[in-house]
């Protein structure tokens, strides 16, 4: 298994930009796919973005256009670029992980939370206006 660990929440206008980072440790030499979500208090956690592979990138409707998931393989961290902040994105975001997978493995990029079966701790994202 993997451990993750979300960093780059903080607090920012609306319309300013932050940049979410995940550190992923432990099983890194098997495949597993990476996907950000995020939960308001009482509601449902939401897919935010997912890396599959060959680039294959999925985005939530709420931020098409605005956020950018990547991947670095070399620092073993997966980032959520975040522009043109609105307050409505105030919530804590996750990273997730579903795996391991054998090294030559396909990831689709999904948005379906009950498919992951590792999560960070979340980090707070607060957007004012």
């Known amino acids: 298994q993997v451990q993750l660990v979300e960093s780059g929440g903080g607090s920012v206008q609306s319309g300013g930009s932050l940049r979410l980072s995940c550190a992923v440790s432990?099983?890194?030499?098997?495949?597993?796919?990476m996907g950000w979500f995020r939960q308001a208090p009482g509601k449902e956690r939401e897919g935010v973005a997912a890396a599959g592979s060959v680039g294959r990138t999925s985005y939530g409707d709420s931020v098409k256009g605005r956020f950018t998931v990547s991947l670095d393989n070399g620092k073993n961290t997966v980032y959520l670029q975040m522009n043109s902040l609105k307050p409505e994105d105030t919530v804590i975001y996750y990273c997730?992980?579903?795996?391991?997978?054998?090294?030559?493995?396909?990831?689709?990029?999904?948005?379906?939370?009950?498919?992951?079966?590792?999560w960070g701790r979340g980090t707070q994202v607060t957007v004012s206006s």
């Open positions: 432990g099983d890194t030499y098997r495949t597993y796919c």
């Open positions: 997730a992980a579903r795996g391991p997978y054998g090294p030559f493995a396909y990831c689709s990029p999904s948005l379906t939370n009950f498919e992951y079966n590792t």
